[in-house]
Structure formats: C-alpha cells, structure tokens
C-alpha cells in the first residue's frame, strides 16, 4: 500500500520567513495530494491540494509543488505569521483504491 | 466547506464495555468514510475505509472484530469499539469524501472523539 513519509517533524521559524515542509510517496498511482493543517485541539483543516496534472499551485501565500518522477510534493509558506503555527499533515490519495494516507505530520512554530 | 459532525467529542468508559462512536456528513453525501487514530503528537494512523453499503477495508494490525464499522447509509458511519481496553484509549477521527464528484476529492474531518478507558 502507499507510504507516506513527512519531514521535518518539527520546524521553527522566525515570523516573516519562509517554511517549507517535504513529503514523499511510494504508490505511483496515487494521484491527489492534500494538505491539512491541524491547530491544537482542532481538528485537520484543508489548506490547499494538487493533483497529478499539475506540477505547481498557489493560494497567496501558501504553495504545493509536485514532482511525480521522483514522487515527492512540498509544502511552501511564505511571510510566516504567528496563527500559521499548527500541525500540518501531507497525505496521499489514489482514486481508484479510494483511501487516504497522511505523513507523520510536522509542527510548525512560528516565533513572533 | 462541507461539514461533518462527530459524537460524541469525548466518551469515558470501563473496561470490558462497548463504545459507538457516530460521523455524519450533514450537507453532502459521504460514499466513503475514514477512520483515524490518533495518539498525542502524532500523525493519524488509517484504520479503515467504509464506502456506502459494504464491508470495510481493515488496513493491517487493526482487528476487525474490535473495531466494528458500519456504513449503512450515506450520511452515516459508526465505529464500535468492543469490550475495550485502557490500550483503545486514543482520539479517533472520521472523515467523509464523496467520490461521485470528480473535481472534489478533498475528505471533510468530523471534530474527532476523544476516547478513555478506564
């Protein structure tokens, strides 16, 4: 089945800078990649997706890049603000076997 | 987004008993629902997938005749932890995607079920 690794575990930042968050996958047939992000006590939240017809997108300050060859997808954030610390999750989905498979999740800490 | 509603938010219960916990898609119909553990500070670990009207795909290491799951209709998942063990204590979470929309795969979490044995 699809494995999916997530690193770093845990990342801190200063407010303002960039924070970048990296995932691999091992199934090729996984097709759609989302992120979510999960504040404490809260439960996981979309922030933003891809699928594998794409190589790049962007939601203002958050942005997914997808590189299917070697089966890796990153999380991109910039001008890091303190509520942009959370827990995000990568995950992996293929369509046809229909399931959802999350990384191990890294803490973002963004110091004000 | 869509919404999803899970009950109950956090449940106590002795050892030996059986706990139901609900996921409801209240604004869409969910053809397939997740089901996740999660243990402090840690990722969410799949334990099974449930589409409408069938048997449950059990990922490996999760017991089956533990962790029972029913799908019955299409806003509705249950999982019933039976005769439970202070070791089932965890936060389990749903979530719910309809696979019917082909632009829309993203899957909706339900508030999460925080579970103690006792």
């Known amino acids: 089945g699809e494995n999916v690794e997530q690193h770093p575990s845990t990342l801190s930042v200063q407010e303002g800078d960039s924070a970048v968050i990296k995932c691999t996958y091992s199934?090729?047939?996984?097709?759609?990649f989302p992120w979510y992000k999960q504040e404490l006590g809260k439960r996981p939240q979309l922030i933003i997706d891809i699928r594998s017809n794409v190589g790049e997108k962007k939601d203002q300050r958050i942005a997914v890049t997808l590189n299917k060859t070697a089966k890796h997808f990153s999380l991109h954030i910039t001008e890091t603000q303190p509520e942009d610390s959370a827990v995000y999750f990568c995950?992996?989905?293929?369509?046809?076997?229909?399931?959802?498979?999350f990384g191990a999740g890294t803490r973002l800490t963004v110091k004000p | 987004g869509a919404v999803v509603s899970q009950h109950p938010s956090w449940v106590i219960c002795k050892s030996g008993t059986s706990v139901k916990i609900e996921c409801r898609s209240l604004d869409f119909q969910a053809t397939t629902m997740f089901w996740y553990r999660q243990f402090p500070k840690q990722s969410l670990m799949l334990m099974a997938t449930s589409n409408e009207g069938s048997k449950a795909t059990y990922e490996q290491g999760v017991e089956k005749d533990k962790f029972l799951i029913n799908h019955a209709s299409l806003t509705l998942s249950t999982l019933t932890v039976t005769s439970a063990h202070p070791e089932d204590s965890s936060f389990y979470i749903c979530?719910?995607?309809?696979?019917?929309?082909?632009?829309?795969?993203?899957?909706?979490f339900g508030q999460g079920t925080r579970l103690t044995v006792v």
């Open positions: 995950a992996a989905s293929n369509w046809g076997n229909n399931d959802m498979r």
């Open positions: 199934d090729s047939a996984s097709n759609y």
């Open positions: 979530s719910a995607r309809d696979i019917r929309r082909a632009k829309n795969t993203e899957a909706f």
